[in-house]
């Protein structure tokens, strides 16, 4: 099993940046998928989550009307644009895949966001 994110880097607030989880090694499209985020000394928080089928979503009151998740099922991939960032947005963003009690974990991506 293997989540591998990308996209990560430095942008300057008010920014915007994509990332990306590509899976393999287990049925993608059975999983529900969601992108978490860990700042230094803080405890990792739930961003935003999406259903197998794409057709539902949530997101963290923190980045509402700011970040967009999304899945493409064919390319075994999840998606996380983000816009509008703000040095708060700033920590290492983890991909998951859940199904009951099951969940993997990709290593994480870092996202800073700073002048």
């Known amino acids: 099993v293997q989540l591998v994110e990308s996209g990560g880097g430095l942008v300057q607030p008010g920014g915007s940046l994509r990332l990306s989880c590509a899976a393999s090694?287990?049925?993608?499209?059975?999983?529900?998928m969601n992108w978490y985020r860990q700042a230094p000394g803080k405890e990792r928080e739930l961003v935003a989550g999406i259903n197998i089928a794409g057709s539902s979503t949530n997101y963290a009151d923190s980045v509402k009307d700011r970040f967009t998740i999304s899945r493409d099922n064919g390319q075994n991939t999840v998606y996380l644009q983000m816009n509008s960032l703000k040095p708060e947005d700033t920590a290492v963003y983890h991909c998951?895949?859940?199904?009951?009690?099951?969940?993997?974990w990709g290593q994480g991506t870092q996202v800073t966001v700073s002048s």
């Open positions: 998951n895949a859940r199904l009951w009690t099951v969940n993997y």
């Open positions: 090694g287990f049925t993608f499209s059975r999983y529900a």
